[in-house]
């Protein structure tokens, strides 16, 4: 994440590889919801080809309606619901897209959480 906020998209690149593979294989069938949820982020920032987004949305989907949590500090990068939008966009699923952004922006207003309303109401 600290790679895409600095604009280093190439370590970034590096990075999401990795977890890309981790999700193909050892992660997907007992992945902890928090660092799939950090890997699928990078991922929407970075962009993925269809097949990885696939990968990653049938990977999160168990998550939905969710903020998976991650570290010691407990920190969370938002709706899971939030990202399966960005990802079900970009496999051509616009409906369920639709109902993904829906499910985040009512999650995050349940949570009263302003910064993360915005964020989940905004198209990218």
Not at 82 to 110: P, T
């Amino acid at each position: 994440m600290v790679h895409v906020i600095n604009g280093r998209h190439d370590r970034a690149g590096a990075c999401l590889a990795i977890g890309l593979d981790l999700a193909s294989t050892a992660l997907r069938s007992n992945v902890n919801g928090g660092a799939l949820m950090a890997v699928a982020t990078v991922a929407t920032e970075v962009g993925v080809s269809q097949g990885d987004a696939e990968l990653l949305y049938s990977t999160l989907l168990p998550y939905r309606g969710t903020t998976p949590r991650f570290g010691q500090a407990g920190g969370h990068l938002g709706p899971v619901d939030r990202i399966l939008a960005l990802l079900a966009a970009r496999c051509g699923l616009g409906d369920v897209a639709a109902d993904h952004r829906g499910a985040a922006i009512d999650q995050a207003r349940a949570m009263e959480a302003k910064p993360w309303i915005d964020r989940c109401s905004s198209p990218r």
